[in-house]
């Protein structure tokens, strides 16, 4: 449903499961960076009323994920640490040449933000079935729902805006370059690592 070519490999979870203190600091971030995102969105492409709209929304909706994630370090008796690098977003974010018209530049940050919620959902549907701690396995599973709907928005932002044909192509290229980058990954306890 999800569209992504390279389904996570389990054992990740087990990677995982032995530093949650590092999975919830990297998340806290993600959200943070969701936030961010939705925020840089509304201050580039102010003319796209509706996207505006929905960006308003959503960074209520990311601020409110990075609470949920610092409320659970904070129960568990720990401090949130430093930002933490994501070389996945960076890796995945050469994907597109820079520049072109303001229409391929919004698109090209729309299905960049389509993927990073598609494999963030995929990765909290994992945690949610595989992890042995039953109260953090069922914060990822609500959690997982509302990436789903990030992810839905995001194309059908991308599909809007955009020429549908082109767009549908562009995320087939950008599916097919994101699961030769996951092939390196899956082996650290980050969301994307
Ligand atoms: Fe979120
Ligand atoms: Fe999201």
């Not at 370090?73 to 820079?98: A, C, H, M, N, S």
């Not at 932002?157 to 030769?180: I, M, P, S, T």
């Amino acid at each position: 449903m999800l569209g992504l070519k390279l389904p996570t490999d389990p054992r990740w979870v087990n990677i995982v499961e032995k530093n949650i203190e590092e999975i919830l600091t990297d998340h806290a971030f993600c959200e943070q960076k969701a936030t961010s995102t939705a925020v840089s969105l509304i201050v580039s492409f102010p003319e796209y009323t509706e996207l505006v709209q929905e960006m308003t929304a959503l960074v209520k909706e990311e601020i409110s994920h990075f609470k949920m994630v610092h409320d659970k370090i904070l129960e568990r008796g720990w401090t949130l640490g430093r930002d933490r690098k994501d070389d996945y977003v960076i890796q995945l974010v050469k994907f597109f040449p820079k520049g072109g018209s303001r229409t391929t530049q919004l698109v090209h940050r729309l299905l960049y933000a389509a993927l990073i919620e598609a494999r963030s959902c995929e990765r909290f549907r994992l945690l949610s079935e595989e992890l042995q701690d039953n109260e953090l396995a069922d914060f990822y599973r609500k959690l997982m729902v509302s990436e789903a709907n990030h992810y839905t928005m995001f194309l059908g932002f991308a599909r809007k805006y955009g020429n549908k044909k082109e767009v549908d192509a562009k995320w087939q290229q950008l599916l097919e370059y994101e699961a030769e980058i996951m092939k390196g990954l899956g082996k650290k306890e980050t969301v994307h690592g």
